[in-house]
């Protein structure tokens, strides 16, 4: 594919309701959507970063600034194998795996259209459709996010994912779980803790929980690794895993027993299929995690999950639940038993 031209869009969005983790409260969404033309076929990608260096360094204004003057002058004109030949001829741009990722899968995208195959089959995904659950932000007090359980629950997601931080936390899961037994259940720190808390979190392993995600620092593995061995709760990483090498140390190193997998984090899809095949084989499940995304960045989404090692239900979830009105058609859509058929389309969505 040789690449004609880039276009780099920034639409705002509001999300039905304020979502809050331990880091801040979001309801208006800044995002960039990068379309990329070879041949007259477009391809689209998303550019899943935050609007403030929070979750990661990137932000959505960092991103336009690699995507325009760094990664668009490599890449316009260049001849490419393929879609997973990007990352090689970006190599010389250090980080910024959310600005390259939605470049590299705006081109996974045009190459599933040129080989009219859908993306999923592209990236040699096994699943006909995925399971899908839902993170919940933190909730003004616990009765509050027990009708909201009971609220997702009815539309038939599999798994429910708490948002926490220190003073929202065990009271909050002790009301879920003594209202739903059975579920499965976990919960998100988004990096709201320290070691010192280890007596803190290992309370929490009376809720029978799924996993407990990213609890300690952003970027520490070690730490991680300390807690894991106290604590019989399986952690899960999240922002700690950037590419194949950080998802090999952790799990040798003990840090967690599960991942998460955030498309734009790891930086597209050709490193996420890296990171998934270090778990697979050393039999580490892994999941989809969300960024808040519009409906582009939520099909990328999709199409990943359907490779064999993602065993657990995703954060994957319904365009209704995020969005009045989605930039995709159709806009997804979730069954009544909690999943998502994948879309035997060319490529995968009309933006």
Same mark, same amino acid.
């Given at each position: 594919?040789? $690449?004609?031209?880039f276009?780099?869009? =920034?639409?705002h969005?509001?999300?039905?309701?304020?979502f &809050?983790?331990?880091? %801040?409260?979001?309801?208006?969404?800044?995002?960039?959507?990068v379309?990329?033309?070879?041949d007259?076929v477009? !391809?689209w990608g998303e550019i899943?970063?935050?609007e403030?260096?929070s979750?990661d360094?990137e932000?959505?204004?960092?991103?336009?600034? $690699?995507? *325009?003057?760094?990664?668009?002058?490599?890449?316009i004109?260049q001849?490419?194998?393929?879609?997973?030949?990007?990352?090689?001829?970006?190599?010389?741009i250090?980080g910024?795996?959310?600005a390259k990722? !939605?470049? &590299?899968n705006a081109?996974? /995208?045009?190459?599933?259209?040129q080989?009219?195959v859908?993306?999923?089959r592209?990236?040699e995904g096994?699943?006909?459709?995925?399971?899908? %659950?839902?993170?919940?932000?933190i909730? &003004?007090n616990?009765?509050?996010l027990?009708n909201k359980?009971?609220? &997702?629950?009815?539309?038939?997601?599999?798994r429910i994912?708490?948002?926490?931080?220190?003073?929202k936390?065990i /009271?909050?899961?002790?009301?879920?779980r003594?209202?739903?037994?059975?579920?499965?259940?976990s919960?998100?720190a988004?990096s709201?803790?320290?070691?010192a808390?280890?007596?803190h979190?290992?309370?929490? /392993?009376e809720f029978?929980?799924?996993?407990?995600?990213?609890?300690?620092d952003?970027?520490d593995?070690?730490?991680h690794a300390?807690l894991?061995g106290?604590i019989?709760?399986?952690?899960c990483?999240? =922002?700690?895993?950037n590419?194949?090498?950080?998802?090999?140390?952790?799990i =040798?190193?003990?840090?967690?027993?599960i991942?998460?997998?955030k498309?734009g984090r790891? !930086?597209?899809?050709?490193s996420?299929?890296?990171?998934?095949?270090?778990?697979s /084989?050393r039999?580490?499940?892994?999941?989809?995690?969300g960024?808040l995304?519009?409906?582009? %960045?939520?099909?990328?989404?999709?199409?990943m999950?359907?490779?064999? %090692?993602?065993t657990l239900p995703?954060?994957?979830s319904a *365009? *209704?639940?995020?969005w009045? =009105?989605?930039i995709?058609e159709?806009?997804?859509?979730?069954?009544?038993r909690g999943?998502?058929?994948?879309?035997?389309?060319?490529?995968?969505?009309?933006?």
């Amino acid at each position: 594919m040789r $690449i004609e031209s880039f276009t780099l869009r =920034e639409i705002h969005m509001r999300l039905k309701a304020p979502f &809050e983790t331990s880091f %801040g409260v979001t309801q208006d969404r800044r995002i960039l959507l990068v379309e990329v033309i070879s041949d007259g076929v477009s !391809g689209w990608g998303e550019i899943t970063t935050m609007e403030a260096p929070s979750y990661d360094p990137e932000t959505t204004d960092t991103a336009w600034h $690699i995507v *325009s003057d760094f990664i668009a002058p490599v890449l316009i004109g260049q001849e490419l194998l393929n879609a997973a030949a990007v990352a090689r001829s970006l190599q010389a741009i250090r980080g910024h795996h959310m600005a390259k990722a !939605g470049v &590299e899968n705006a081109l996974w /995208d045009l190459e599933a259209q040129q080989r009219a195959v859908p993306l999923w089959r592209l990236l040699e995904g096994t699943r006909q459709e995925i399971a899908c %659950g839902v993170s919940l932000g933190i909730r &003004e007090n616990p009765q509050s996010l027990v009708n909201k359980v009971e609220e &997702e629950l009815r539309c038939g997601y599999q798994r429910i994912k708490l948002k926490i931080k220190p003073g929202k936390d065990i /009271d909050f899961v002790a009301a879920v779980r003594r209202d739903f037994p059975d579920i499965l259940l976990s919960v998100d720190a988004n990096s709201a803790y320290c070691l010192a808390d280890v007596a803190h979190l290992r309370k929490l /392993d009376e809720f029978g929980l799924l996993m407990i995600e990213q609890p300690l620092d952003w970027d520490d593995i070690y730490s991680h690794a300390c807690l894991q061995g106290r604590i019989r709760t399986s952690i899960c990483l999240d =922002e700690c895993i950037n590419n194949d090498r950080h998802a090999t140390a952790a799990i =040798e190193l003990g840090a967690c027993k599960i991942i998460n997998m955030k498309l734009g984090r790891v !930086g597209g899809h050709s490193s996420a299929r890296k990171v998934h095949d270090v778990c697979s /084989d050393r039999s580490v499940p892994v999941w989809c995690g969300g960024m808040l995304e519009s409906g582009i %960045g939520r099909a990328h989404n999709i199409a990943m999950s359907t490779l064999p %090692g993602f065993t657990l239900p995703g954060d994957v979830s319904a *365009s *209704s639940r995020y969005w009045n =009105e989605d930039i995709i058609e159709p806009e997804i859509k979730v069954t009544p038993r909690g999943t998502i058929p994948v879309s035997a389309a060319r490529g995968w969505v009309t933006p």
